[in-house]
């Protein structure tokens, strides 16, 4: 284990140091013989989904302002690491076990590690020049470990499959193999949904999946090179449908009224829905009490 410095400040940590050693040791009753039952049967599988399912509350109480509900549900985040720290130290032999203070502390050294501007005599005057300390510090610390077997293999392919994509894209781009610029990634975009268009007129639904997820692949790599969060960009497309759509029920009188009507109905609804966020988003005038 890499040893520490003390940190300007540390004292003042002690009451969050306190509130967390005492949620490990609520997890570390649960896991306990004699705890909960649904608890104690968990595994690092069993509890990875939730995982995702968390940070996607996250995600979605950042968007929405909701501060309080931020709160909470980073402590629903907070659980999964208390839970997978607890499963940790219950591993059986030496090799592998690890406990909290394992996880805190390997943070601690790789926060300090890369960050030598604050913590040594390194300089970084802005954002970007911080970055490149960093990337530059993981290439030496990857020369001490095992090579691995490919460029591609520490991406895991456990991650949400837009995340995964974005990663494999950059990292190919580090060895050259990428498109010089986003105008390419049209032309390509162009060829992906030819092929696609191939495939529907074959019926072939297994070489359809495969194309479609080429056509996808190639949309994660244009959004690389825009510098746009696909993730972010689709949850925030998925928030305006929901708002039209809600529009759309509201105009028409309700989600049965919805049903009763044709095609072209609800294509002039939606253009209606449309029209009205748009005035609405050109006549809000912000509030001199908001606070993002």
Not at 6 to 28: D, H, K, N, S, T
Not at 103 to 115: C, F, G, M, T, W
Not at 218 to 225: F, I
């Amino acid at each position: 284990m890499e040893s520490i410095h003390p940190i300007e400040g540390e004292q003042a940590l002690a009451p969050a140091a306190e509130a967390l050693q005492r949620a490990a040791a609520i997890m570390a009753r649960l896991r306990a013989p004699g705890g909960c039952p649904w608890d104690r049967e968990q595994t690092f599988d069993t509890i990875k989904r939730h995982t995702l399912e968390e940070t996607y509350e996250v995600f979605d109480a950042i968007e929405r302002r909701a501060w309080p509900d931020l709160k909470d549900e980073l402590g629903d985040l907070l659980l999964q690491v208390l839970f997978y720290a607890q499963m940790g130290s219950e591993l059986a032999g030496d090799a592998g076990r690890f406990d909290l203070r394992d996880v805190a502390e390997n943070l601690s050294a790789k926060l300090i590690r890369r960050h030598p501007h604050v913590f040594a005599d390194a300089v970084a005057a802005d954002p970007a020049a911080v970055l490149r300390n960093w990337e530059q510090i993981k290439v030496e610390e990857k020369k001490s470990k095992p090579a691995a077997s490919s460029l591609l293999a520490d991406i895991p392919r456990s991650m949400p499959a837009t995340l995964e994509a974005s990663k494999l894209g950059s990292r190919a781009a580090k060895v050259g193999f990428d498109w010089p610029s986003a105008d390419g990634l049209f032309d390509k975009l162009a060829e992906e949904t030819a092929e696609l268009r191939a495939e529907i007129d074959r019926a072939d639904t297994d070489r359809i999946e495969a194309e479609f997820g080429d056509l996808l692949f190639t949309m994660m790599n244009l959004a690389r090179h825009l510098k746009v969060d696909a993730e972010s960009a689709l949850r925030r497309s998925n928030a305006t449908f929901r708002a039209r759509f809600a529009t759309m029920e509201r105009i028409s009188g309700g989600s049965a009224q919805l049903q009763e009507m044709s095609p072209e109905q609800l294509e002039l609804l939606w253009s209606e829905a449309k029209s009205e966020a748009q005035h609405n988003a050109q006549t809000e005038v912000p509030s001199a009490e908001t606070n993002d």
